[in-house]
């Protein structure tokens, strides 16, 4: 089973989540996968809770037709914040930024095993490749956010292609 963290808060890790799941799902091989999003901090987990997507970030991805089906609903989503015990249990956590990268290894611990990486590491478009996912949080642009996005899980689904793992 190939397991995935992506990391962030409640825009792009969660935008993240969704849209590979969708991917997945529409190729029919979401049995091989577990996909989930995970915060580097507590700024949006109040008293053990988490938020919920960020509505605009929600408003984005069904524009695109995520989350109409089971697997792709994100109605309950909460936001949580990504443990020491996620490095040992997902094969890959993928970050939205280097800031994501720091933060992640500081509660992991080293990156001993290659797990942590920039989603658009594996972008399509090698033009993107270890940059950062527009963060609409400060721009309001969901739909750049959605680009990337969509660029990174492209090319990391081609990248599992090619290396035999889907």
């Not at 825009?11 to 529409?26: A, G, H, Q």
């Not at 993107?128 to 750049?144: L, Q, T």
Request: net charge neutral; charged share 30%.
């Amino acid at each position: 089973m190939t397991l995935y963290r992506l990391i962030g808060k409640v825009c792009r890790s969660p935008m993240s989540e969704f849209i590979l799941k969708d991917m997945v799902e529409k190729r029919g091989i979401q049995s091989q996968f577990e996909i989930a999003s995970a915060a580097t901090s507590t700024e949006e987990i109040w008293n053990g809770r988490g938020n919920p997507i960020y509505p605009p970030a929600q408003a984005e991805l069904r524009r695109h037709g995520i989350g109409a089906t089971a697997y792709t609903n994100f109605a309950s989503k909460r936001a949580r914040q990504v443990t020491r015990e996620d490095y040992e249990y997902y094969d890959y956590l993928l970050c939205a930024d280097t800031n994501n990268i720091r933060n992640t290894i500081r509660i992991t611990g080293a990156d001993t095993e290659n797990k942590i990486r920039l989603l658009l590491d594996y972008a399509e478009d090698e033009r993107f490749r270890g940059k950062s996912i527009a963060d609409p949080w400060y721009s309001g642009n969901f739909e750049d956010t959605y680009r990337d996005v969509v660029n990174g899980c492209m090319g990391l689904l081609k990248t599992l292609e090619s290396e035999g793992k889907i």
